[in-house]
C-alpha cells in the first residue's frame, strides 16, 4: 500500500507544482506519521487542523446579518467592533464550521480597502486551525510562505492568529489560529 501511495503522492505534488509553485519540492520519501490528516508539507511538530471559518466582506454588515438569519434561517450572533482590526465582524453558525461577516470600521481598514475594489462585497479569507502556530510562523518562514505581520496576533475568537500572502497560496488569504 505505501509504494502506491508514494505514487499518489508524486502525482498529487507534480499537480500541486503548478498551482502553487512557491510550495513544491521533490517528494523523495514518504513521510510517516501516525496521522494521515496532517498537512504533507509541515514539518512533524505543527499540523493543520478543522476549517475554522470563511470571511465574507460586506457593504452593509446588517443587511448581510438579516440574509443569513432571516432567509436562509442560520443561527446568527451579533456585530462586534473589533477596533484593533479596523472591522466588526458577525458570525453565522453552520453547524461544522462558521463564516465570518467583515465589515469595515473606518476608511482605513483593510476590509474599506477590499470593499472599494469590489463593491458588492465576496470572499475575503479562509481561516484554519493549526495546533502550533508558533511552530507554524517558524515553519514556513523557512518555506519562503510570506506571512502578513512580523508575528501572531489575537483574532476575532481571542486566539493567535496570522496571515498568509495570497500570492504564495494560489491566491487565497489564508488565516492560521491556533486550536
Known amino acids: 500500500m505505501l509504494p502506491k501511495m508514494a505514487r499518489v503522492l508524486k502525482v498529487a505534488a507534480a499537480s500541486a ?12 520519501t514518504v513521510r510517516t506519521c501516525a496521522s494521515l490528516s496532517s498537512h ?29 438569519k432571516n432567509v436562509l434561517g442560520a443561527e446568527v450572533g451579533e456585530p462586534v467592533p473589533l477596533p484593533e482590526h479596523g472591522v466588526s465582524v458577525v458570525f453565522v453558525n453552520l453547524g461544522n464550521t462558521k463564516m465570518e461577516l467583515l465589515h ?3 476608511s482605513d481598514s483593510p476590509i474599506a480597502g477590499f470593499l472599494k475594489k469590489n463593491k458588492a462585497g465576496g470572499m475575503h479569507h479562509v481561516c484554519i486551525e493549526v495546533d502550533n502556530i508558533n511552530v507554524a510562523v517558524m515553519d514556513l518562514k523557512e518555506k519562503k510562505i510570506r506571512i502578513l505581520s512580523e508575528e501572531a496576533k489575537i483574532g476575532a475568537h481571542r486566539k493567535p492568529t496570522i496571515f498568509l500572502h495570497p500570492s504564495d497560496c494560489g491566491g487565497v488569504l489564508v488565516e492560521l489560529e491556533q486550536a
Open 104 to 106: 469595515p470600521l473606518g
Open 17 to 28: 507544482a503548478g498551482l502553487f509553485p512557491r510550495l513544491w519540492t521533490p517528494v523523495s
Open 40 to 68: 504533507p508539507g509541515a514539518g512533524p511538530v505543527w499540523n493543520l487542523g478543522r476549517l475554522n471559518h470563511v470571511a465574507i466582506a460586506v457593504p452593509d454588515l446588517e443587511k448581510a446579518r438579516a440574509f443569513y
